[in-house]
């Protein structure tokens, strides 16, 4: 078997071991968020949550963008949405930065087959990138979760799914925040993109991805797929909206939010931000 040959079977293996998975660890009593009689019936209704502040350069904007685009295209995506339960998810995507800076590039829409994931991956790729000021990933899931409330939508799970370069550095408190939405009975999922390394003076942090384990995921089968090369976007975009679908986590289990203490402080990037400019004393 070649290569291309033997890539094609390993990922249609995992596919597969995802929804038998699903299938047995499917919630008995989903809540739902919309329930006005004409709310469409899907397998999961998805907010996906961009990070555009300024940490992130054109570049990994670019790639961020293609990334999306390209996994609700993949054949890996179409086979998982085709094995849900009504073979259609709902999703929205907007970007964010500041605790004020959010903005709805698509609203919600109907993926149940290539034509309408075409449609929403060609709405992700024409609106023109843009940058912001600050990083308020608490700000970003407040403008998420009543999202959900009319949607249109009726979905099995609901889910939110954070992809930033960060930690949260102003706006509300991420952890108590994250409680909140984790209490609305949402999913939140991560994506930590961790290309840069942190320096004196910089707002990085060495351990994004512990910080999004221990301080922002959440719910059923949350999960964390950090990005650490430029090269991953398409893989780890395309693996996470995958496993959203299917409701599971990778096989390699992270430890769920809240479940103890946190092995990073949740205020980290309060800190890192009072200590190069000044302001609030945060613990």
Not at 148 to 153: I, L, Q
Not at 217 to 229: H, K, L, S
Request: hydrophobic share 45%; glycine share 8%; net charge neutral.
């Amino acid at each position: 078997m070649g290569r291309r040959g033997l890539h094609k079977t390993i990922a249609g293996m995992v596919v597969a071991a995802a929804f038998a998975a699903a299938a047995l660890a499917a919630p008995a009593l989903p809540r739902f968020a919309d329930k006005s009689p004409n709310a469409i019936p899907v397998d999961v209704e998805l907010v996906l949550a961009v990070d555009i502040s300024y940490s992130m350069d054109p570049e990994e904007q670019a790639l961020q963008r293609e990334g999306y685009a390209r996994a609700l295209t993949s054949r890996e995506f179409l086979t998982a949405l085709r094995e849900g339960a009504h073979g259609k998810i709902a999703v929205t995507y907007f970007e964010w930065a500041g605790p004020n800076i959010q903005n709805i590039i698509v609203p919600w829409r109907l993926i149940e087959g290539p034509e309408s994931a075409d449609a929403v991956a060609a709405e992700i790729a024409r609106i023109p990138l843009r940058r912001a000021s600050r990083t308020s990933i608490a700000g970003a899931l407040q403008f998420a979760k009543p999202l959900f409330d009319n949607s249109g939508y009726r979905g099995v799970r609901r889910v939110i799914d954070v992809s930033g370069d960060g930690a949260n550095n102003s706006g509300p408190l991420v952890a108590v925040t994250r409680d909140e939405v984790l209490a609305a009975g949402i999913t939140i999922n991560g994506l930590p993109i961790m290309l840069k390394r942190s320096f004196t003076g910089t707002l990085d942090i060495d351990q994004l991805d512990i910080y999004y384990e221990d301080c922002v995921i959440g719910g059923p089968g949350a999960f964390v797929i950090p990005i650490r090369e430029r090269d991953q976007f398409i893989t780890a975009t395309r693996t996470k909206l995958v496993l959203e679908i299917a409701g599971r986590q990778p096989e390699a289990r992270v430890v769920p939010a809240s479940a103890r203490a946190p092995r990073i402080s949740c205020t980290i990037g309060e800190r890192l931000w009072q200590e190069r400019w000044g302001g609030h004393d945060f613990r």
